[in-house]
């Protein structure tokens, strides 16, 4: 699908010097002098590698459309990561480099969305939040509540994160994925 350039938006995949881009950050450009632009960050969906793009309005790029498929998470085996389909039940492949320090998160059974284009898996997106235990937690300091201060633990998946002093070894706490960090108490 043909958009306009100045039609990118952040999250947009669009093909682009013969690779897939993903948009970054998009922002509308009006000099005082010559025509509106758009300056748009693009990153790699392949390489990571990134770049900084004008595109005029005039200018029209091929917008991607990625298959988005519901996989189960089997197991991982040296640093490949094993999916299922949950359909056809057909088992496939990832590197654990394509969903970088978020793969520690991944747990037997986990339902997750694979996102593909041309049939080749781009992208993994996980569920937003994950519950997981507290391994290790430093002991609270007394005089230490009276200003909001968090403390180093590490979970049971081996990640490290700053949670709230009144959370202990043992507790269970909900995890952002996206930003890996402390939620809430897990009920």
């Known amino acids: 699908m043909k958009i306009s350039g100045n039609e990118i938006r952040p999250g947009n995949v669009i093909e682009h010097k013969g690779a897939l881009w993903i948009a970054v950050r998009a922002q509308a450009v009006k000099p ?7 300056q ?3 990153k790699n969906v392949i390489d990571g590698t990134k770049l900084n793009e004008r595109f005029r309005a005039s200018e029209t790029v ?18 490949m990561l094993t999916f299922m389909d949950l359909d056809t039940y057909d088992q496939i492949q990832i590197p654990k480099d394509l969903l970088g320090e978020r793969a520690a998160f991944l747990q037997d059974g986990m339902t997750v969305t ?5 049939a080749r898996p781009i992208g993994v997106a996980l ?20 200003a909001s201060s968090y403390k180093p633990a590490k979970l049971e998946n081996g990640v490290r994160i700053m949670v709230p002093p009144f959370v202990g070894v043992g507790e269970r706490v909900v995890v952002d994925t996206n930003e890996i960090t402390y939620v809430r108490r897990a009920e």
């Open 114 to 118: 694979v996102e593909s284009h041309e």
């Open 127 to 146: 569920p937003d939040q994950v519950t997981l235990e507290v391994v290790e937690a430093e002991p609270v300091v007394k005089g230490q509540t009276a």
């Open 40 to 42: 748009v960050e693009l």
């Open 32 to 38: 005082g002098k010559g025509p509106a632009y758009a």
């Open 62 to 79: 091929e917008r991607v459309r990625l298959e988005q498929k519901d996989y189960q998470f089997l197991f991982a085996e040296g640093d």
